[in-house]
């Protein structure tokens, strides 16, 4: 499948452009044609060298320094060498609740999102084709709601006086007294991994759904005619086919739910008040903004970068050929 | 060391009061400034009828000055942010209404704009509440100009607790006994709802046992939360919730709007409130007309448990262009009938010190026993720009809820909060 | 035959009903919920049951009037779409280079997107602001669009570099030897072909401006007239925390733009979503 997306790619880049150009003067065509690719990139490259370059540059300078209120509204530099990293990596409370929440919580929300977007996936290619719209439709609905909106929404579900859950399990009596769900850490983080979950799962399960289609049936057939049962066609013949789909899934579900920030933050107690739920998000977010330490802030901000980065390549090394890039 | 204790004797100054001249008398007036606009930041919640004072308010302004007023509402969840943001970014308004724990912090960013010179020219020295002159000074110069004064007390339920036939408490056990008779009486309600997300709830408790949220000595600070008082406070405190059932576990992540909007639905028998709360709950349920008071709150063993004298000062910011004219506003807004107004709408006190007085002696029976709190029980917390960072750290607030989710003892979250208190403060 | 596949056939259906039910329920319920409470006229004191005990537009009327959710609205509108557009048009050009020409730095330019990408939001928040203050756009709407753009761009490139690519060089040629010049071939020939990727850049624009939380929290801090959906809704819980009704009210009104902006494109989303996924 990749090759023969590939090879097309392959042969138009090395020169047709060029080649295409009908103009009699051909030199002046070559020179176009090499301005043309950075003409076609100069309005995206400007905007982000400005917004998104420059700004990760500024971090990494913030990070070095002690800057706070007055820095900013000074724009005086205030360098402390690598002190914000050394605090940061030596707070406590980084290695006891911020990182263990935040890490644990990627892997089951990643873990959660793509196995349940998977099995819906393989759900929705064995419907007809009117439960098929059904189904898409309303993974659709859940798509849609803004992150805000949803965790609001979730919040309401569990309140504790008036949520929904606890009205229907105390009047199914399993339970005499309305519990609190925001104040445990792992009924806090189980709402937030419904709410994340039920937020990400159907971009999984529909870019999912679209690759198996593409698998090809003869293959399957093949396969079902030698005794393969389903379990096994699906791990030996749909996952490696689709195996580049899941790298792209796979990575974006752990960008996204490592930096989850709105859906705990705006939960009872999450920012800040139940410290045994902080995730690195809000962690850095109250630091930083709370306490007016925008250079610690930004230590915290280069640390996770990193992570995030060493994450992607060990993927796209163990999932990805080199040369696909 | 800083007294904790206000007692405002300034009550007793029946001096040489300037009233009956309104808000014209002082200040810069007359500096004709049309075409201009000052832009004012104000907390949302305070008064219920506030567009309709500010309104009044702009157009007596513009009289005065010619100058257009615009004013903004501000919710107090976001403002701390919102403030920052604004003096990182350069667009503060003119003038702000702010906390009086936050003035210092701001002040010592360099956006606020020392006011000592306006006071001394209109004749306000030593006539401005005592409490907010102190919290709006930095380096011994005022940046907050005292607005309005508040403290919290109890509000109760008359109705429920005439029925039940429980008398005002006066001591702790008292208190204790009338949320057990609560409790029976009436068991559909919250007696007294322990919110784990409101810190100025707790301090009355930490003040009642003789303990210290904090204290100075030479420059180092100090957190008491942790002292054998402190922790009896906090103790007898939880327990209510925790031994005495006087909570709800939903009540563990309740803000102090909560508090609020859960008596205004009637499900509260009673709660610590502020001075500015009786006329949003009437507002939000008339059917509690006639059904609320209000009690200091009660001493350990008698007398009164402190609450924190808050409130408001009016800041005006370096950024502002014409300084005469936001003045010239701020004293329209702080002396004479406006002030008045604002105090007795909302269920504050003046932050000067005639029209206090004027409030006081002319107070409802509801607020009455605010006054008596404000009075006899009126604390301060640290004076420092670093509690604004405990503040937004929720030190306080996490202590609270964690000790009520179960998660630590009330040793145990005191210490930690107690050190974590002490580390801000001293910082840099 | 028959006679022996209908009773697995039937399990199998019974199954496969089993598992729509439980999906439709789990995709559909907070919807619901939210959608009830917000009509639910009781839904503030706690309603008790599944269904609205009574029926009412007040808390909608109350958002609408004094919520201003009429303005987040619009402004919330007015981001979207001016982010769509230009990150749409943008992204494609963009990624027309990396995908169709061999140029120096391709591969750097590539590396650079792909690890821009993995930069957390938070990360930014600081020297974004200052950068906007620098260029004088805090409190505008126009900032904000500005800031969102850049966060879209990158994704849209990676995504749309795969449709671009898949793009038959022969059509091209066959455009040129037509006499088609460049920009013409690129009109009438790729555009058709990478819409469905243009679609799905696009939702995830529109999700990013919709949604977006951290900077329109901290870039619009001092002019609650321009702000965005997402915040307006926090401001407004802020405020009426315990009046469910009308914060689910809130949410329903913020909701139903997105719902029927997905349902529109529905149908080109999934195909352009995986063939980015699997070109990406």
């Known amino acids: 499948m990749t090759t023969t997306i590939q090879s097309p790619a392959a042969v138009g880049t090395s020169g047709s452009p060029a080649a295409g150009g009908p103009g009699p003067r051909r030199r002046k065509a070559i020179t176009i044609a090499a301005a043309r690719p950075w003409l076609l990139l100069a309005p995206a490259l400007i905007v982000l060298a400005v917004l998104l370059l420059w700004p990760l540059v500024r971090v990494l300078i913030f990070s070095f320094q002690d800057y706070g209120l007055r820095e900013i509204v000074s724009g005086d530099t205030n360098f402390i060498g690598v002190d914000n990293y050394v605090a940061a990596l030596t707070d406590p409370q980084l290695w006891s609740v911020v990182l263990p929440n935040t890490v644990l919580f990627a892997i089951a929300a990643v873990l959660c999102t793509v196995a349940l977007g998977t099995l819906v996936a393989i759900l929705m290619t064995n419907l007809s084709r009117f439960w098929r719209t059904v189904v898409g439709s309303a993974i659709m609905v859940a798509w849609a709601m803004p992150a805000v909106t949803g965790t609001y929404v979730w919040v309401w579900i569990f309140d504790a006086d008036n949520g929904i859950v606890n009205q229907l399990l105390m009047g199914a009596g399993l339970m005499d007294e309305p519990f609190n769900w925001f104040t445990n850490r792992w009924t806090f983080y189980l709402i937030v991994l419904i709410n994340v979950v039920h937020h990400g799962f159907p971009f999984v399960a529909i870019t999912v759904m679209a690759g198996l289609l593409g698998v090809s049936k003869e293959m399957l057939e093949a396969a079902q005619m030698d005794g393969a049962g389903p379990i096994r066609r699906f791990f030996q013949i749909t996952f490696p086919s689709l195996k580049q789909v899941f790298t792209v899934v796979i990575i974006l579900s752990t960008i996204w739910d490592f930096k989850v920030f709105g859906q705990v933050y705006l939960m009872p107690g999450g920012s800040g008040t139940n410290r045994s739920v902080l995730n690195l998000g809000v962690w850095s977010y109250v630091e930083s903004f709370g306490q007016n330490q925008y250079g610690f802030g930004s230590a915290i901000a280069v640390l996770l970068t990193l992570v995030l980065l060493v994450i992607t390549i060990i993927y796209i090394r163990v999932l990805m050929k080199e040369d696909e890039l | ?428 | 035959m028959s006679r022996n596949i209908t009773p697995a056939r039937v399990r199998r259906n019974v199954i496969v009903g089993a598992l729509v039910t439980l999906l439709l329920v789990f995709t559909l319920f907070p919807a619901y919920w939210m959608i009830s409470s917000a009509f639910d006229a009781n839904a503030a004191s706690g309603s008790t049951g599944l269904f609205p005990s009574e029926l009412t537009l007040d808390n909608f009327i109350y958002v609408l009037n004094d919520g201003g959710f009429a303005v987040f609205l619009r402004n919330s509108l007015i981001v979207a779409v001016a982010v769509v557009v230009c990150s749409a048009v943008l992204s494609l050009l963009a990624s027309v280079a990396v995908a169709r020409f061999r140029f120096k730095f391709r591969t750097s330019m590539l590396l650079m997107i792909l690890i821009v990408q993995m930069v957390p939001m938070e990360a930014l928040v600081i020297p974004l602001f200052v950068q906007v203050r620098d260029l004088q756009l805090l409190n505008t709407l126009l900032g904000l669009i500005i800031v969102y753009i850049t966060i879209s761009l990158p994704f849209g490139i990676w995504m749309l570099r795969g449709f671009v690519a898949a793009v038959p060089v022969e059509l091209e040629e066959a455009a040129f030897l037509d006499g088609a010049s460049w920009w013409r071939m690129f009109r009438s020939v790729m555009l058709p072909l990478v819409m469905p990727g243009l679609v799905a850049t696009s939702v995830f624009s529109f999700i990013t401006a919709w949604n977006e939380f951290i900077f329109a929290m901290t870039m619009l801090g001092g002019a609650s007239d321009k702000y965005t959906v997402a915040i307006g809704l926090k401001q407004f819980f802020g405020e009426n925390s315990n009046d469910w009704g009308s914060v689910m009210a809130a949410s329903t009104l913020i909701t139903l733009p997105v719902m029927i902006f997905f349902i529109i494109v529905q149908g080109k989303l999934s195909s352009g979503l995986v063939a980015g996924a699997v070109k990406g």
């Open chain 2, 1 to 428: 060391m800083k007294k904790r204790y206000l007692p405002l004797a300034i009550l007793a100054t029946a001096a040489l009061s300037l009233t009956a001249c309104s808000s014209g008398a002082t200040g810069g007036s007359g500096t004709d400034a049309t075409g201009e606009t000052l832009n004012v930041w104000i907390m949302q919640g305070t008064n219920t009828e506030s567009d309709e004072f500010f309104e009044r308010v702009g157009d007596e302004f513009t009289k005065e000055t010619g100058a257009k007023l615009n004013v903004e509402m501000v919710q107090w969840a976001d403002a701390h942010d919102r403030f920052v943001t604004a003096i990182a970014g350069g667009t503060t308004p003119d003038i702000a209404e702010t906390g009086t724990t936050w003035t210092a912090e701001f002040a010592e960013s360099g956006a606020l704009a020392p006011l000592d010179d306006y006071v001394t020219e209109a004749g306000l020295d030593g006539k401005l509440v005592e409490g907010l002159v102190e919290a709006g000074t930095l380096d011994d110069t005022l940046y907050g100009m005292p607005w309005y004064a508040g403290v919290r007390s109890v509000i109760y339920r008359t109705d429920i607790f005439e029925a039940a036939g429980i008398a005002v408490p006066t001591t702790w056990a008292e208190f204790q006994a009338a949320i057990e008779t609560l409790k029976t009486s009436n068991p559909d309600i919250i007696p007294f709802p322990v919110a784990g997300d409101a810190e100025q709830l707790t301090y009355p408790w930490v003040w009642g046992a003789g303990g210290e949220v904090a204290t100075k000595k030479g420059d180092t600070w100090t957190s008491g939360l942790d002292s054998a008082k402190s922790q009896a406070g906090i103790k007898f405190y939880t327990d209510l919730a925790l031994q005495h059932g006087s909570s709800t576990s939903g009540a563990t992540t309740w803000k102090e709007t909560d508090v609020l909007d859960n008596f205004a639905q009637g499900k509260v028998g009673m709660a610590v409130m502020g001075s500015w709360t009786p006329a949003t709950i009437l507002d939000k349920n008339p059917e509690l007309e006639g059904k609320i008071g209000s009690f200091p709150i009660p001493g350990q063993t008698s007398g009164i448990s402190p609450s924190m004298l808050g409130g408001s000062h009016l800041s005006m910011f370096e950024s502002s262009k014409n300084k005469d004219l936001a003045w010239t506003f701020m004293s329209m807004m702080t002396t004479g009938d406006f002030a008045t107004e604002w105090a007795s709408q909302s269920g504050y006190f003046p932050g000067e010190t005639t029209a206090l007085d004027a409030t006081v002696a002319s107070a409802d029976e509801i607020t009455q026993a605010f006054a008596t709190q404000m009075v006899d029980g009126g604390a301060s917390l640290p004076v420092t720009p670093k509690f604004g960072a405990v503040q937004a750290k929720k030190t306080t607030n996490t202590m609270i809820q964690s000790i009520l989710s179960g998660e630590k003892t009330v040793e145990q979250a005191s210490a930690d909060a107690a050190a974590e208190m002490t580390d801000i403060l001293n910082k840099k």
